[in-house]
């Protein structure tokens, strides 16, 4: 990949820390990404979630589609969300925009669509993919955006899936052809000055429910080769972000927590076994697997303990300005009472300068 970090420009990046970001407060807002209300630079929730950046309260923000009337209005955000963030920490500005139905931006925004992964793998080579996907980050960087939470790696072992198979979301059955179109994917976005996120880790493409409806169980499904597209992808220099889902493995985890929230899953398997550096983010934290199952200081505090570097809300299951806030206090409060914790926050800022280091100097 062009624009895998060198270990002397992630020193670089380290070293060049903003000095104002040295309190727990200031790192643990690095590691929180939020929905927000609103769909204008004027609304209520967009001028909260703009001073939440600049206080460092926030470390981005998350686009859902109840964001988005037209490009001239999204801009105009992203311009207003940059602008607020504290020099050497530009906000992580994301969204899903894979392709099909899994998108932020679409046609009646003004924003030219692409199919699904699916359709992609079925009409082009993945050396063919690659105009598509150049497009597609094209768009998605004029836009204002830095980061888009694709490629799916996922592999489409179970027909029946009911959310990778049911959108077409996956490039195929088996880690060789995934890999390949999602390094297209990958390479297309890093040219464009924007990351990229694997997901849904460890492998959404055998389970037999859905995450957003409460607890999935991959324990009797789940293969070994679902991580094959990761190992290829990490092994190859992938640095980004890796999301993890709220999948459950009691053979792997056998405590029963989802993935999202398991020390075995992302200390043991990402981190330790496939050798991922770069930069761990959860699903989104609302989904019904968790918040049915765990308050809200529970699935900060287990998530952070288990590895995770950024917590993602999507805010929409009690909207409020202040859940950045809410957040940040219980990351801190946790570290105050606990050094290994504060430590945990402190490897996760660090690893999270690093890959800000590598966000495209000259956005739109």
Do not use: C
């Amino acid at each position: 990949m062009r624009l895998a970090t060198t270990l002397l420009a992630t020193i670089l990046a380290l070293s060049a820390a903003p000095v104002s970001a040295q309190s727990i407060a200031e790192m643990a807002g690095q590691m929180i990404v939020v929905g927000f209300a609103g769909d204008s630079v004027d609304s209520k929730g967009v001028a909260a979630a703009r001073q939440q950046i600049a206080d460092g309260t926030i470390g981005g923000v998350m686009f859902l589609k109840t964001n988005v009337a037209s490009q001239s209005a999204v801009t105009a955000m992203n311009d207003a969300f940059r602008k607020a963030a504290p020099q050497g920490l530009p906000p992580f500005i994301t969204l899903d925009q894979e392709g099909g139905l899994v998108e932020r931006l679409d046609s009646s925004a003004g924003f030219k669509e692409i199919p699904n992964a699916e359709t992609i793998a079925a009409e082009y080579t993945p050396e063919q993919s690659r105009a598509v996907y150049e497009r597609l980050a094209e768009g998605v960087r004029a836009w204002g955006f830095n980061v888009n939470f694709a490629p799916v790696v996922d592999l489409a072992v179970n027909p029946d899936n009911q959310v990778i198979a049911k959108y077409g979301r996956a490039y195929g059955k088996t880690a060789d052809m995934v890999a390949a179109y999602a390094g297209e994917v990958i390479a297309a976005h890093h040219d464009a000055g924007l990351l990229t996120s694997l997901k849904h880790f460890p492998g959404h493409g055998s389970s037999t429910a859905d995450s957003h409806e409460g607890f999935v169980d991959i324990t009797k499904t789940w293969k070994p080769a679902e991580l094959d597209p990761y190992r290829a992808l990490i092994a190859n220099g992938y640095e980004d972000f890796v999301m993890i889902g709220h999948l459950i493995d009691t053979e792997i985890d056998p405590s029963g927590l989802p993935s999202s929230l398991s020390e075995p899953w992302i200390t043991g398997v990402l981190r330790g076994q496939l050798g991922f550096t770069g930069v761990v983010i959860t699903d989104d934290l609302e989904m019904g697997a968790i918040r049915d199952h765990f308050d809200l200081k529970e699935t900060v505090t287990r998530a952070v303990r288990a590895g995770v570097d950024v917590l993602l809300f999507s805010n929409t299951a009690k909207p409020r300005a202040s859940l950045g806030e809410e957040v940040r206090a219980i990351l801190v409060a946790e570290a105050e009472a606990d050094p290994d914790f504060k430590a945990k926050i402190e490897a996760s800022y660090k690893r999270i300068v690093a890959l800000k280091a590598r966000i495209g100097a000259e956005q739109p």
